[in-house]
């Protein structure tokens, strides 16, 4: 679920965001959550705190956007990373600074979470069965 204060987005933009975790959850079957505000202390630390206190975390993928200190963090959990290398995860926080350097903030949140859910989706079994 995205967390985000009252005042930072509209309801269409919270719909953009919501409607792309649901079908990113869909998608890979990993739960997804976005948090937008001021970061307490250190980005990192405080990012994976957030993601810690989450339902299941080992089952998760957080992106946290500090915009006014600049920061970026995207934490996955243990299962998560199982299907989401540490590059890959890189490549989707240039793609979404980009957004956010050209002020797009909800685009850039939009695209994270559709690539993050590509990476993370369980890659296609060609044969389910022993061969002879």
Known sequence: MAQVAAGDFSDAERYVID??????????RFEF????????GDPRAFATQLHNSLVAPSRSILIMVDPS??????????LVRRNVTDSEVELVILEMGT?????????????????????????QTLHTEPQP
């Open 19 to 28: 409607e792309a975790i649901r079908r990113a959850e869909t998608l890979c």
């Open 33 to 40: 959550s976005v948090f937008v505000g001021s970061a307490a």
């Open 69 to 78: 200190a600049h920061a970026l963090e995207v934490v996955t959990g243990g």
């Open 99 to 123: 957004r956010f350097a050209e002020g797009d903030l909800v685009g850039g949140l939009k695209r994270g979470i559709e690539m993050l859910a590509e990476h993370a989706k369980a890659p």
